[in-house]
Every structure is written in C-alpha cells, then in structure tokens.
C-alpha cells in the first residue's frame, strides 16, 4: 500500500509547492509593478530595502560557512552610494568601493589570525551584491524618464524572462547538464532556451518603448536590444549559479525563508543582479549614442 501512496504524496507535495511558488511570484510581480509604475525614491528605498536585506543573507551563509567576513563595509558601501548617486554621481561608486576594500584588507590584517581567504568573502558581497545594487539605483539618473523606465523594466524582464524560459525549456526537453557539481537540475537545454527568453524579452521592450516615445528618435537600436539580451541573459544566468555556488560551498538550501517557495532575497535576486550590470552598461552606451 505504501509504494501506491509515496508517488501520489509525493506528486501532491510537488502540487503545493507550485502553487506556493505561483502565488508568492504573482505578488511579487504586483509590488515590482508598482514600483517600477512609480520609480524615484520609491524604486530607490525599495530597491535600498531589497539589497541590505541580500547583504545580510549572503554575509550570514558566508558566516555559516565558517568564515569571518568584515560585515559593516558592506552596508556602509550601500548606505554611501545612495545619497551620493542620487545627488551626486553614479561616479561615486568607484571611490566609495575602493576605499571600503582598503579597510577591510586593513581590518583583517589587524586580527590575530589574519586569513587572505577572509578578506575574499569579506569582499565578495560587495562586488556581488552592493556594487549590482548601485548599479540598479544609479538607473535612476538617467534622462530622459521614459529612457530611465525602460532599462529599469528590461533588468527585470531580461532576468525574469529568461529564468521561466529556461525552466520550461529545461522541464520540457531535459538532456545533458549545465554545471552539475553547482547546480544538478539546470541543463544546457535549458541555458539555451533562458538565452533565447531573454533576448525575447529585450527586444519586446526595446521595441514597445521605441514606438511608445518619440524622444528616442530611433534609440536603442533593434541590435542594441539583441546585444542587452544575450549578455544580460549570460550575466544572469552566471549570477544564479554564482549563488547556487556560494549555498553549495556553506551547505544551505536556500539564503533565507522571507519568501514561501521562493527562499530568500537572495533566492529570488541572484540573476537580477548581474544582469543589472549589463543594462547599466548598456545605459552609457545608448546615453553616447543618443
């Protein structure tokens, strides 16, 4: 009676958890909406809430993992760079990392035991998780407003778009894997399809915002949005595996719980951030162009 019962509890139990999933996504699609709707400094406390919340969960699997990380430079960079990007430059970024890289080298070096590994994890949030935080704020000095929303919607539908192409496609086709010591269930099949999803996604948006605003006279062009696709597709998918990596190597499941099916920021952010780089990249390329 039980090897009847264990496939059906077990496709139930599957059930759930997708519908768990489903719902949690769907609200966090309605607040991302809103936000994106509003921008300024809704999208930017948003956004400030969204990566001191990542900080702490990377820095705590870091911990988890047995290492000593410097912690205050992390959120000390964020806490700068707003204010600073907002009313200054995105330029700011660069000496504000720089220098909190120096203390923490400085700090490390003061300990008892110094380890050079240390100093690795203690900069690794914020290359990973501050400075793709700067990035997605520093979006919010571009001009003009409907340039400013349309690269903001594209980090988003360039990550998201190319998340649930590569799960479908992967669910779908199965095959060969991606990087199975990192993450066992992703294929290359998969990786291919979230390729195609994202540059799908890049060039419906470059497209809707074009025909949508004639100040863009003609900008971005149509192979702009390939290009934005195709490596922030990459990028987003290296950052969900750099996560994978960093969970495997501390020997977690999931950065936190905040999010019921989803995990925790982190979970949900990983390819959000990397692909933030490329789009902000992306941003001075069309800013020399228009």
């Not at 200054?88 to 923490?104: D, E, G, K, N, R």
């Not at 066992?184 to 419906?204: D, R």
């Not at 996560?243 to 501390?250: I, N």
Request: hydrophobic letters at 55%; one cysteine or more; a neutral charge.
């Amino acid at each position: 009676m039980s090897e009847v019962m264990e496939p059906k509890e077990g496709k139930e139990k599957k059930t759930a958890s997708f519908i768990k999933r489903f719902w949690t996504g769907a609200v966090l699609l309605i607040v991302l909406g809103t936000v994106l709707y509003l921008r300024g400094w809704y999208f930017a406390v948003t956004a400030f809430i969204a990566v001191t919340i990542a900080i702490h969960e990377e820095l705590n699997a870091l911990m988890a993992g047995g290492h000593r990380p410097v912690c205050w430079t992390s959120y000390v960079a964020l806490g700068l760079a707003v204010p600073s990007m907002m009313f200054y430059s995105s330029l700011a970024m660069i000496p504000i990392l720089t220098l909190l890289c120096f203390f923490v080298i400085l700090q490390v070096m003061r300990r008892e035991n110094p380890d050079l590994v240390d100093i690795m994890v203690s900069i690794l949030p914020m290359f990973s998780v501050v400075l793709p935080g700067m990035c997605l704020i520093g979006l919010l000095d571009t001009e003009p407003l409907n340039l400013q929303a349309m690269l903001l919607v594209l980090v988003f539908a360039v990550a998201v778009g190319g998340d649930t192409f590569a799960y479908f496609v992967g669910s779908a086709v199965g095959g060969p894997k991606l990087c199975p010591h990192i993450s066992p269930n992703k294929t290359i099949a998969g990786s291919i399809g979230g390729l195609v999803g994202s540059i799908l996604c890049a060039v419906l948006v470059g497209r809707l915002f074009s025909l949508a605003n004639a100040d863009f006279l003609g900008y971005p062009p149509l192979w702009g949005d390939v290009l934005v696709g195709l490596f922030g597709g990459v990028a987003g998918q290296v950052g969900d595996l750099f996560a994978s990596m960093v969970k495997r190597h501390c020997k977690m499941k999931d950065f936190g719980k905040i999010f019921p099916g989803h995990g925790g920021m982190m979970d949900r952010m990983d390819s959000i951030f990397f692909t933030c780089i490329i789009v902000y990249s992306y941003r001075a390329l069309i800013l020399a162009l228009l």
